[in-house]
Every structure is written in C-alpha cells, then in structure tokens.
C-alpha cells in the first residue's frame, strides 16, 4: 500500500493504476480503492470541472475513509466558487447506492430487498401443499419469482 501511496503522491497515477490492477490484496481493502479510484480521477483531468467524475468517485470511495490520503481526496468533494462539489451527504448516497448487489439466482427474499432492485411495485401469491410461490412485480415488465423464499427465476 505505501507504493501505491507514493506513486499517487507524485503524480504517477497511470503506475499507481497498474499496481492495483495487479495486487489482488490491494484491490480488496478500502484504501486501494479509495487511492484508485482517486488515481483515475486526477490521471484523466476531470479535476473540478466534472460532476460525472465525482460523482463516479463518491461511488467507489467511502465517505468514512480515514486513510493517508483522505485529506486529498476529500478536497476533491469541497464546494470552492466556480467549481462543482458534492456534499458530503450526497458523497455517503452515491457510496450507499452503489454497494448494493445486483440479484441472482439463490437469494433470498430480504436479500432482494436490500438490493439495488428493492421493493416490488405488488406481490401475487401462491400457496400449495408442498410450498409457497410468489412473483415480485416491478416496472418495466420485470418479475421475480421465490419459492418457499428463495429467488428462482428472474424476468426481464
């Protein structure tokens, strides 16, 4: 990690970006993450100027992040005259929204609730002597069915 620390403090962002693609140890703790996506941001020159990139950033990088760089990548998020910020409630929104996992096959049903596909719009039931069925229905046409409340089968 400190490599990778003092690649990013010297602007070597295009090396710090290779380091974490090839260190899985790195890619599984917040602070590679959090100097990664801070490396993709300052290598491709969004500086202040992108909401887009921000708002990527505060996707991947805790708002909670304490590490060595913080203070660097927190001043990405500063509102300053002329320049685009993202408040800090809106950095811990996006960071939320994006931890939450897509659906499959096998969960079951409080795990669909807390993903991104959430609360269905209406539930039909079915209730047999061998099990319990339901379809979860959402916009768009899209469907989920449980049985005995386990994902089974997803329609899009």
């Not at 909670?64 to 929104?93: D, L």
């Amino acid at each position: 990690m400190d490599i990778m620390e003092k690649l990013v403090k010297k602007g070597r962002y295009g090396a710090a970006i290779s380091l974490y693609k090839e260190k899985e140890l790195i890619q599984h703790s917040e602070d590679g993450n959090s100097l990664y996506y801070y490396a993709l941001l300052k290598q491709n020159n969004y500086g202040y100027e992108s909401f887009e990139a921000k708002e990527e950033l505060a996707q991947n990088v805790n708002p909670n992040y304490t590490g060595r760089m913080s203070a660097e990548i927190n001043e990405e998020f500063e509102y300053k005259e002329g320049v685009v910020g993202i408040s800090h409630n809106m950095w811990g929104y996006y960071y939320e929204e994006n931890q939450k996992s897509d659906i499959y096959i096998g969960m079951r049903k409080e795990e669909v609730l807390e993903s991104k596909w959430g609360k269905p719009k209406d539930v039909n039931r079915t209730t047999t002597s061998n099990s319990i069925n339901e379809q979860w229905v959402y916009d768009n046409y899209k469907y989920l069915y449980f049985e005995d409340g386990i994902l089974t089968t997803i329609q899009e």
